[in-house]
């Protein structure tokens, strides 16, 4: 039972373009949800998050939109850049509490920004 | 530390071996906790500490995991008797419940 699923494995964009994330999630218990990137060698990085209580969040050039009626969520970038590179994971976070408080991650996308 | 770190980096194990993989969370973190990461995949949740207690262990795959965080701080995953499947990036992250923060992981081959 995957709870979260990215169900493009890569993307490949021009840098300057816009970077279009998406994730999708049938738990609807979730809290919030959270995308993290992570480079080889490296443990995941938190980027940016989102309350499930809002449709939008921005940060700089990343903004996340959530739409709860659809059980979907994207990750924009704009403008893309070449060390945007990496892989993306999209999260859901149950809450908090002993049985909720842990992060449940889709399969993550590679990003391939070209020069 | 500035982050949290984890050793050894990388670990080759013979089918049947015990292994013990440990985490230095960020200082004052209260919760800590350990992922599974196979190749391909995204990291799933063992085990989650608040302090020393060790509030859920509902994903460990079985009785041959087991993990520790006897002082509140650090925390060692131990592994006995290691199989193939195992073989893993095991990551652990500390800090605010929702906002974690990911040491570099360690690298296991069970062989």
């Known amino acids: 039972d995957q709870q979260v699923k990215q169900n493009s494995p890569s993307l490949s964009v021009q840098e300057g373009r816009i970077s279009i994330l998406n994730c999708d999630y049938t738990n609807s218990m979730f809290d919030y949800f959270l995308w993290y990137k992570k480079y080889p060698a490296e443990g995941p990085t938190f980027l940016i998050s989102?309350?499930?209580?809002?449709d939008k969040n921005e940060d700089g050039r990343f903004t996340v939109f959530l739409n709860k009626s659809a059980k979907h969520l994207s990750l924009h970038i704009v403008p893309s850049q070449p060390g945007d590179s990496a892989v993306y994971f999209c999260a859901g976070w149950g809450g908090y509490g002993g049985a909720t408080n842990k992060l449940i991650f889709g399969t993550g996308t590679l990003l391939a920004v070209q020069p | 530390g500035a982050g949290v770190s984890q050793s050894p980096r990388y670990k080759v194990a013979k089918r049947g071996q015990d292994v013990a993989l440990r985490c230095d969370p960020i200082s004052g973190h209260v919760s800590l906790f350990w992922y599974q990461q196979a190749l391909g995949q995204g990291p799933e949740f063992l085990t989650y500490?608040?302090?020393?207690?060790?509030?859920?262990k509902s994903g460990l795959p079985s009785d041959r995991f087991f993990a520790e965080r006897p002082e509140g701080s650090v925390s060692t995953l131990k592994i006995q008797r290691t199989q193939q499947e195992d073989s893993a990036v095991y990551l652990c992250?500390?800090?605010?419940?929702?906002?974690?923060?990911f040491g570099p992981g360690t690298r296991l081959t069970v062989t």
């Open positions: 500490f608040q302090n020393e207690a060790q509030l859920d």
């Open positions: 989102i309350s499930s209580i809002k």
């Open positions: 992250a500390s800090g605010p419940e929702r906002e974690q923060y």
